[in-house]
């Protein structure tokens, strides 16, 4: 059974700092890219950052880079977010996601999310 389970959100003061985890099991962890999501209330789900699977190639959203920092440790399973210096703005449900990809086909599973308030 897959899953995927993230932990970390809450309630910080703009300036703060949080992070997020997301503890995955049930398929092979180092072969699937990780990224982190989010949706604010009323807009779209977007990309805040992503990890290969092999090479640990990242990727930011313009709005979070130099700010935030996405890392995986495959020995646990795990990817992680580190969000500093964080704005109202950044104020969403962030989404776990892990993407394998092959000329095969693929497979996308996500979580349930955790809430990041940023509100003084």
């Known amino acids: 059974q897959v899953q995927l389970v993230e932990s970390g959100g809450g309630l910080v003061q703009p300036g703060g700092s949080l992070r997020l985890s997301c503890a995955a099991s049930?398929?092979?962890?180092?072969?699937?890219?990780m990224s982190w999501y989010r949706q604010a209330p009323g807009k779209e789900r977007e990309l805040v950052a992503g990890?290969?699977?092999?090479?640990?190639?990242?990727n930011y959203a313009g709005s979070v880079k130099g700010r935030f920092t996405i890392s995986r440790d495959n020995a646990k399973n795990t990817v992680y977010l580190q969000m500093n210096s964080l704005k109202p703005e950044d104020t969403a449900v962030y989404y776990c996601?892990?993407?394998?990809?092959?000329?095969?086909?693929?497979?996308?599973?996500w979580g349930q999310g955790t809430l990041v308030t940023v509100s003084s």
């Open positions: 990890i290969t699977s092999t090479t640990g190639i990242i």
């Open positions: 049930g398929f092979t962890f180092s072969s699937y890219a």
């Open positions: 996601n892990a993407r394998f990809t092959s000329k095969y086909g693929g497979k996308d599973y």
